[in-house]
């Protein structure tokens, strides 16, 4: 094809593809074991599977609602009020959306505008700074250090002012583990009262959290719920990343605007996982159990690589692991990423890529949502290095 004039004036001049492509598709290249993008390499529950396909059957193939079935909107509003005490009304305040990603872009895009701040802790998952320069807000970041990755919340402090249109919560937190207190939360509380501030929080990984903790959504905090978009993700409680089902709640006056946003982004979420998701959600037996499943693997996991040069901090939450590797390399992390992935076999991400400077503590994240045989695999190569 010929080239395009050069008219075109990039949007996002400095990004690139997303690490997660680039390394999932490295690890294929080079067939390596792939603990780099998050996803289980175990299937999800048959049951799941056999509602969806009996839902296809039946003619469920066409546009769901804009905003999800009403089944499903219903389930996920019991369910935060069980889990959180949280009443959202599922007519207008529950969006079921195409992945967590879709509710991101889309809570970022109704609210975000030329020239407003949007604070992010760094690292930062990948898709939060773009989705606040495409809307022509302004990232503003604020450092987490490694190995706790914890908050202080009077460097925040400092950073608010009139252009503050948002701050960007994870927790458990992508791609450091890390889980956000109660005292936190009340941190958070305080500094947005008496301003517009709006939270997005993102709690994808609500049901992987480990030695007992609490998920601290902000849906338990009514001042912090009053200003929040709160977005979730089936597929990582469902084990069915690919199936890109999410969902996200907030107050009718937030939730009016996410919807003109959702409308033209995607429309609508595939009709039949919304259908088999409502049936599968009656049981809560199945995200009740998955900080156990996920905190068993975590502990396999490290006591795996317990003999090798690298160090860890035990995640608190999600299904990823940092390894520290300043015994084995001075190398940057990109660098040592792939040659681990070329010459030892096993794919992970580099940290790097999440801070926009770039900065380079030199540990590279794991995830650990693998069957057994995997990690015993990975783990083997992992010692000899
Ligand atoms: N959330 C996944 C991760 O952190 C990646 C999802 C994606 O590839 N967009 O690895």
């Not at 039946?58 to 069980?82: D, H, T």
């Not at 008496?194 to 338990?220: C, K, P, W």
């Not at 089936?234 to 939730?255: D, I, R, S």
Request: include cysteine; glycine fraction near 6%; hydrophobic fraction near 40%.
């Amino acid at each position: 094809m010929p080239a395009y004039p050069s008219v075109i004036k990039s949007k996002l001049p400095k990004t690139g593809t997303t690490i997660f492509t680039i390394m999932s598709a490295l690890a294929q290249e080079h067939g390596a074991i792939n603990l780099s993008q998050g996803f289980p390499d175990f299937l999800c529950d048959d049951k799941l599977i056999g509602l969806v396909e009996q839902y296809m059957r039946k003619g469920m193939n066409q546009y769901a609602p804009m905003p999800g079935i009403l089944p499903l909107r219903e389930a996920i509003a019991e369910k935060a009020m069980r889990l959180y005490a949280a009443a959202y009304n599922p007519d207008t305040e529950i969006t079921v959306t195409a992945g967590g990603t879709e509710a991101i872009y889309a809570a970022i895009t109704a609210v975000v505008d030329e020239g407003d701040e949007v604070i992010i802790f760094e690292p930062a998952y990948d898709c939060y700074a773009p989705s606040v320069t495409l809307n022509g807000g302004i990232p503003i970041y604020v450092e987490l250090e490694p190995p706790g990755y914890s908050i202080d919340w009077n460097d925040v402090k400092k950073l608010i002012n009139q252009r503050t249109r948002m701050i960007i919560i994870n927790t458990p937190h992508n791609p450091s583990g890390m889980v956000m207190t109660a005292q936190d939360m009340k941190q958070l509380q305080k500094i947005t009262q008496n301003t517009d501030i709006i939270i997005l929080s993102d709690e994808v990984y609500e049901h992987i959290i480990f030695d007992g903790a609490e998920h601290q959504s902000v849906m338990r905090y009514p001042k912090l719920a009053e200003r929040s978009f709160v977005v979730f993700s089936f597929g990582k409680t469902y084990h069915n990343t690919g199936w890109k089902m999410g969902y996200c709640l907030a107050p009718v006056e937030l939730m009016r605007e996410f919807r003109k946003a959702h409308q033209f982004i995607v429309f609508s979420a595939n009709t039949p996982m919304q259908h088999a998701y409502a049936d599968i959600m009656k049981d809560p037996s199945h995200y009740l159990r998955l900080s156990e499943f996920y905190q068993e693997k975590r502990d396999y996991f490290l006591k795996l690589i317990s003999g090798s040069r690298f160090k860890a901090t035990p995640a608190s939450g999600s299904y990823f692991q940092m390894l520290d590797y300043k015994n084995i390399s001075k190398e940057k992390d990109t660098d040592f990423a792939v040659k681990l992935t070329k010459e030892i076999g096993v794919a992970s991400i580099p940290t790097s890529v999440f801070y926009h400077h770039g900065m380079d503590h030199q540990m590279l994240r794991f995830c650990f949502a693998k069957g057994k045989e995997t990690l015993e695999q990975a783990a083997e190569k992992l010692l000899k290095v």
